[in-house]
Nanobody, 121 residues
Framework: QVQLVESGGGLVQPGGSLRLSCAAS????????MEWYRQAPGKEGELVANITGAGTTDYSNSVRGRFAISRDNAKNTVFLEMNSLKPEDTALYYC???????????????WGQGTQVTVSS
């Protein structure tokens, strides 16, 4: 059984920084994509950033230039460095892992429980 555990959320003032972590435990085969989503009250969920196994990254326009996603393949952990935070970044942040088992050509999707980020003065 695979579990994703996020950490690093909290309350921060506008302009501040936070670093989120998401550690996957259990049997992971080949996490081909690791992603961060966020969900704010009354808004649609948003894909914030993703990173492939090769290290290719992509970001939503709303966070590009302020956030940085990275991963530690040896520890099956993905990080989200968030800088210059704005009140509109307030949301529940989830990580998602797309895992691939090549021997049977199977894809698995795992989700964390989320970590709250609140940006407020």
């Amino acid at each position: 059984q695979v579990q994703l555990v996020e950490s690093g959320g909290g309350l921060v003032q506008p302009g501040g920084s936070l670093r989120l972590s998401c550690a996957a435990s259990g049997i992971i085969f080949s996490p081909i994509v690791m992603e961060w989503y966020r969900q704010a009250p009354g808004k649609e969920g948003e894909l914030v950033a993703n990173i492939t196994g090769a290290g290719t990254t992509d970001y939503s326009n709303s966070v590009r230039g302020r956030f940085a996603i990275s991963r530690d393949n040896a520890k099956n952990t993905v990080f989200l460095e968030m800088n210059s935070l704005k009140p509109e970044d307030t949301a529940l942040y989830y990580c998602h892992v797309k895992d691939y088992y090549s021997a049977l050509d199977l894809t698995f999707h795992y989700w964390g429980q989320g970590t709250q980020v609140t940006v407020s003065s």
